[in-house]
Each structure stands twice: as structure tokens, then as C-alpha cells.
């Protein structure tokens, strides 16, 4: 990872422009139960731009990343939507909580930037602050993803030296191997991006992404949207 990923200042506006945001907005929204008062930690948060959702819920969103700019623009962005944050920097592979501190622990693409000791511990340390029955979630690029692939192969001046694709045979297996139960999954982004140049994706993207919409929108087909998005969703009860 490079010393300092984030800009000084990132618009939320910015944020809003990748279509991804939206897709695991609306996934969340539809499939991840929320409540007035749950705690929820985004562990690798970035600007924490994706846990929005949970605060427009009622919930009590903490944000850890070592990105101090990251966290800086965390705080102004929940301060600008009347909304309240914790913001924490530190190592996510050493969580500074208790055990069972969280209802629910998650990140976004997070876990493809560790190598498969670091993902061991990051992901031990989301179950150990997460109470009983409380979830754990994560959103990971896929494997089987062709448009990932090229982009992996042609991206220039990336946000974050390492970066990696999964299966969802190899996220269950870390799920079960952390005693996770009632295993999940899903997908986002399952329409094809042959223009997949960020943030803006050109027309015949945006064609495609209406004409997947009824099945992206749709709670069920989770088994294939895993395999075809771009990003798999899998959650699990601790």
C-alpha cells in the first residue's frame, strides 16, 4: 500500500461518480438487516463513503483505516450530511476494541490488498470485535470477473500496490474456517463493462447497466450474480 492513498480532499460527489457506490448501496439496503443504535465498524474504510447507508439508518458508525487524509475526509462528509462518525487510524490487523464490541463488521474492497497471512488476521480481528450473532460482511472483486482481470492488467498509477482477486470457493472457506454460520453470497456489478475506464463509464456500459438492472436489483439469483459480478458479497453470522 502506498504511504498515503487518499487526497487531502475528496468530494463526495467524486465518490458518488463510481456506479459501485450505488450497486452496494442498493445490495446493502435490500439484504443487510439495520436498526437504530447498532454499532458498525468499517474496518479499512477509506472515506467511509459506503457505510452512509447505515448511518442514514440509525446506526453508530465507527471508521478505521490508516489513511489519516482518508479519515479526515470521513469526518467532513458525515459533519456535511448531519450525520456522526468515529474515525480511528490504525492497523486493521490489530483492532484497538474488545471482543463482541460490533453488531456488525464489514469492508468493500478491502481484503484484495492482503496477502493470504495479513487477510488471516485482518479477518480474525473483524470476528473477534463482532458480538455473537452479529454479522460479519465483505465485498471482494471476483475471480472470474473477465473485466477485472483486464483492468488489473492495464490500470496505471494505482491507488494501492497490492491487488487481488477471489473466488467464493476461497471466501467461504475463510468464513468457515472463522466459525461462521448461516454463509451467504451474492454479487454486484454483474452486467459486462467493456468500458471499464473510472470513474465515468462510457455509454455502452451504462446501456448495459440498465438492461441488467431487473437482475441486479433482485434479492434472488445470489449464487449467480457471485459468480458473474464484479464485486461477490458474502456475509456470515458469528
Known sequence: MTSEPWKEEVSL??????????LRRNFIKKNIPMKQGMKVLEAGSGPAHDSIIFAENGA?????????????????????LGHSI??????????????????????????????????????????????????????????????YQIHLKMAKNRQYEFE???????????????GLKNIKVSGVH???????????????????????NPIEDSTRFGIIKSLVGLDICIWGLK
Open 13 to 22: 460527489e467524486y465518490l458518488h461518480s463510481f456506479p459501485i457506490y450505488w
Open 60 to 80: 453508530n458508525v465507527t471508521a478505521v483505516d490508516l489513511s489519516e487524509n482518508a479519515l479526515k475526509n470521513a469526518k467532513r462528509i458525515y459533519s456535511e
Open 86 to 147: 468515529i474515525t480511528i487510524r490504525t492497523d486493521i490487523m490489530n483492532l484497538p476494541f474488545g471482543d463482541g464490541y460490533f453488531d456488525l463488521s464489514w469492508n468493500a474492497g478491502v481484503l484484495e490488498h492482503f496477502n493470504d497471512y495479513e487477510l488471516g488476521k485482518v479477518f480474525k480481528e473483524m470476528v473477534r470485535v463482532t458480538k455473537k450473532s452479529g454479522i460479519i460482511l465483505v465485498f471482494v472483486p471476483n475471480k472470474l470477473y473477465f473485466w
Open 164 to 178: 487481488r482477486a477471489y473466488s467464493i470457493f476461497k471466501l467461504k472457506k475463510l468464513f468457515k474456517a472463522n
Open 190 to 212: 454483474i452486467h459486462p463493462a467493456p468500458s471499464f475506464i473510472v470513474p465515468k463509464t462510457g455509454i455502452i456500459t451504462y446501456i448495459l447497466q440498465k438492461a441488467f
